[in-house]
């Protein structure tokens, strides 16, 4: 597979998940959650998470966040399912999204 163009690299990730496990997560075993486009693979999150934020990634687990059925009223609707990715980053490396650095 050849290089991963740099475009392709700023669109993979849409956006850091804030919740109480990614906190967690954050804490104990140094990793970062974020959802990702539904087609990236693992290579281009670890890249573009290093690009992006200038961190040494050891590793990228993700997962498929199936849409949860919602009701309004008579009509049953279902939300968009999306992709999850965990970013384990390397001793030393932090990503501060509080401060926006």
Known sequence: MGAISQERL??????????????????????VVFRVLPDATKQEIGAAVASLFKVEVAGVQVLNVKGKVKRSGR????????????VTLKPGQDIDFASGQ
């Open 10 to 31: 700023l669109k993979v990730i849409l956006a850091p998940v804030i919740s109480e496990k990614s906190t967690r997560v954050a804490d104990k075993l140094n990793q």
């Open 75 to 86: 009509v049953m609707g279902r939300r968009d399912s999306w992709k999850k990715a965990y």
